[in-house]
């Protein structure tokens, strides 16, 4: 047998090195300011994220780690001249919010809501005493800027809607109720 000696690898040179290194990193820095931040934080400053999606993925995580449920200055309870129980509501971009009426059987009560503009999801429904929110009667879902009507309810419970801001800015939702009900409020999730 013959020992043959293989040529040793070249290391690189520190010109090369730094160039690898710098080449490295700016590669690095493309990826996160165009898709990292827009799908972990919602900001895109390059706009690629929203071509790909990932702009309307970070806002909604953000919009959830900040928690659904409203604050207290994002929620204002008034009681109108006529007896009405007014909310106002400030969604934050893709924020969910939660107001109830709690009824008995058979009250009726009028019900009026908007948006300052644009249209929010939206699902009109009750829950009866004691569910455990698998339970519900769902009475209208879409998409809308506005709604009014009247509402009799068939059980003992809450009745009222859910309203998604699906939008990257905040909406102002004022709705009120009149009529037979215990309390008008949002519900803490």
Same mark, same amino acid.
């Given at each position: 047998?013959?020992?043959?000696?293989?040529?040793?690898?070249?290391?690189?040179?520190?010109?090369?090195?730094?160039?690898?290194?710098?080449?490295?990193?700016?590669?690095?820095?493309?990826?996160?300011?165009?898709?990292?931040?827009?799908?972990?934080?919602?900001?895109?400053?390059?706009?690629?994220?929203?071509? +790909?999606? =990932? %702009?309307?993925?970070?806002?909604?995580?953000?919009? *959830?780690? /900040?928690?659904?449920? &409203?604050? !207290?200055?994002?929620?204002?309870?008034?009681?109108?001249?006529?007896?009405?129980?007014? +909310?106002? =509501? %400030?969604?934050?971009?893709?924020?969910?919010?939660? *107001?109830? /009426?709690?009824?008995? &059987?058979? !009250?009726?009560?009028?019900?009026?809501?908007?948006?300052?503009?644009?249209?929010?999801?939206?699902?009109?429904?009750?829950?009866?005493?004691?569910?455990?929110?698998?339970?519900?009667?769902?009475?209208?879902? !879409?998409?809308?800027?506005?709604?009014?009507?009247?509402?009799?309810?068939?059980?003992?419970?809450?009745?009222?809607?859910?309203?998604?801001?699906?939008?990257?800015?905040?909406?102002?939702?004022?709705?009120?109720?009149?009529?037979?009900?215990?309390?008008?409020?949002?519900?803490?999730?």
């Amino acid at each position: 047998m013959t020992n043959v000696e293989t040529p040793a690898t070249p290391r690189p040179t520190a010109r090369k090195l730094r160039r690898a290194t710098l080449l490295a990193a700016g590669a690095a820095a493309i990826i996160l300011v165009t898709t990292v931040l827009p799908a972990e934080y919602g900001v895109d400053p390059t706009g690629i994220g929203g071509m +790909l999606g =990932l %702009t309307k993925m970070g806002q909604t995580k953000q919009a *959830a780690s /900040a928690g659904g449920a &409203a604050s !207290d200055e994002a929620v204002q309870s008034t009681t109108l001249p006529d007896g009405s129980a007014q +909310l106002r =509501l %400030t969604l934050r971009p893709y924020q969910g919010i939660e *107001a109830k /009426a709690s009824m008995k &059987a058979g !009250d009726a009560i009028s019900y009026r809501w908007s948006t300052d503009g644009p249209a929010v999801e939206f699902e009109f429904h009750g829950d009866p005493v004691g569910s455990d929110g698998t339970d519900y009667s769902s009475y209208e879902k !879409d998409k809308a800027a506005s709604a009014d009507g009247d509402f009799r309810a068939d059980f003992d419970g809450v009745h009222g809607w859910y309203w998604k801001n699906a939008t990257n800015k905040p909406v102002v939702v004022t709705a009120s109720v009149k009529g037979e009900f215990e309390t008008f409020a949002v519900l803490e999730d």
